[in-house]
């Protein structure tokens, strides 16, 4: 059975860090895409950032230059640096991957993240 377990979240001040893990295990294929959403309650899980196996990434406007991905292969696991953070990043941070870009079907259970002001 696939699991994706993040950690890492947490209460941070405006202008703080915080770093994400999620370790995959479980699946009988190689996670080639891995990524991270996030959701405010009541409103769409949007996309944070996506990284391939082969380290290819792509982010959101509303992170770029903060937010950087990354994935340890031999590990399964792809970790989130989160830095400069607002209090608009505040979410529950949710794990995202799959063998291929439109077959992430496979999600963690979410990481609350606080940003107070």
């Known amino acids: 059975q696939v699991q994706l377990v993040e950690s890492g979240g947490g209460l941070v001040q405006t202008g703080g860090s915080l770093r994400l893990s999620c370790a995959a295990s479980?699946?009988?294929?190689?996670?080639?895409?891995m990524g991270w959403y996030r959701q405010v309650l009541g409103k769409q899980r949007d996309l944070v950032a996506l990284?391939?196996?082969?380290?290819?990434?792509n982010y959101a406007d509303a992170v770029k230059g903060r937010f950087t991905i990354s994935r340890d292969n031999a590990k399964n696991t792809v970790y989130l640096q989160m830095n400069s953070l607002k209090p608009e990043d505040a979410a529950v941070y949710y794990c995202?991957?799959?063998?291929?870009?439109?077959?992430?079907?496979?999600w963690g259970k979410g990481t609350l993240v606080t940003v107070s002001s």
């Open positions: 479980g699946s009988r294929f190689r996670f080639n895409y």
């Open positions: 995202n991957a799959g063998p291929t870009r439109a077959a992430m079907n496979y």
């Open positions: 990284i391939t196996s082969g380290g290819s990434t």
